[in-house]
């Protein structure tokens, strides 16, 4: 599979719209306007759709010559807003998603991210996302297991075999085509998150590809205490009682959270680090506490549900 993109040839970038939701996220901002502003291959826009933030960040987008859309707070949803990027870019070929608190890397990034869609089968890339400096264990691990250095390519036979693992993405960083996105109805406006992995399998179902490219890098992790992953993983718990396609395909991956905590373990012991264990130790519980009680979201009241989310908002609307 060829991954690295020939930037001799006719950029693709200025066919591209790279869209950013933010709500206060002045302190991103400076990192985000650098990166675009050192791309070798600019994007036809960069559009940031903002929720009400209150920081300085709507003055700090139009200062950098972006363009700004203002939603209302209660408007905001993962799909939702992502569609509307998708209705105010129709002249864009591709879709390109960042969170406010992703840092691409280099020059190159927007090239290479965008270089497997040469192959017309290809409907959905994400790139590496990497841990920030000074990241923790369990965060470094997180990105190590779901972003490798090796270039990934599924198709629907994929998923008999591989599970969830064959759809999984991130709409943190990632790149869409926007005929194929808008063929399958764009996405699910109706979940706590995930979207990115649900309209994959769609996108998929639909006889397109999905490809991991390891070449176009950002910045971008999280340190979760345990409480966060918790909630966390009652979303994602959520998520797979709410789409029946994901659902299904998470039987093919059962062991995949139980290998992950096992490599977890090992990299705390073998970096020394045993005081760790016990914390790494109620970490997992966490997460499959949450995930189990997510999966039984429907029978718990709706005050419960917002308490145990770490996306209260979705159970106001």
């Known amino acids: 599979m060829r991954m690295r993109s020939d930037q001799a040839a006719s950029p693709r970038g200025a066919r591209a719209s790279v869209v950013i939701p933010t709500l206060n996220a002045a302190r991103h901002l400076p990192d985000l306007v650098a990166a675009f502003a050192r791309l070798a291959d600019r994007p036809a826009r960069v559009l940031f759709i903002d929720s009400g933030s209150s920081d300085g960040t709507v003055e700090q987008v139009r200062a950098a010559g972006h363009v700004l859309h203002a939603i209302a707070r209660a408007d905001f949803g993962h799909g939702r807003t992502r569609n509307l990027a998708v209705r105010l870019c ?3 070929d591709y879709i390109v998603y960042l969170t406010q608190d992703a840092r691409p890397q280099g020059d190159n990034w927007l090239t290479e991210l965008l270089a497997p869609f040469d192959d017309e089968r290809v409907a959905l890339v994400y790139g590496r ?9 369990a ?5 190590e297991f779901n972003y490798p250095a090796q270039p990934d390519r599924t198709v629907l036979a994929d998923v008999g075999v591989r599970g969830v693992k064959a759809v999984y993405c991130s709409n943190s960083f990632a790149a869409y085509r926007r005929a194929a996105l808008e063929a399958v109805g764009g996405f699910p406006e109706l979940l706590p998150l995930g979207e990115d992995m649900s309209v994959a399998l769609r996108l998929l179902q639909r006889g397109h590809a999905r490809v991991y490219q390891p070449l176009a890098l950002a910045v ?4 979760y205490g345990v409480v966060d992953e918790f909630k966390r993983y009652f979303d994602i718990g959520t998520l797979m009682a709410m789409d029946a396609g994901l659902q299904r395909a998470s039987l093919a991956t059962a062991g995949e959270g139980w290998r992950y905590a096992r490599g977890e373990f090992a990299l705390a012991w073998r970096e020394g680090r045993i005081l760790l264990l016990p914390l790494t130790g109620l970490r997992i519980v966490a997460k499959a506490a949450g995930f189990a009680l997510g999966r039984r979201y429907r029978l718990l009241p709706q005050r419960w549900r917002r308490r145990l989310s770490m996306h209260r908002y979705f159970w106001s609307v």
Do not use: N, V
Not at 129 to 137: C, V
Not at 220 to 223: E, Q
């Open 90 to 92: 129709p002249d864009s």
């Open 139 to 143: 965060e470094r691990y997180a990105r």
């Open 129 to 137: 996302q990497l841990p920030r400096p000074g990241a923790g264990p």
């Open 220 to 223: 971008h992790s999280h340190d």
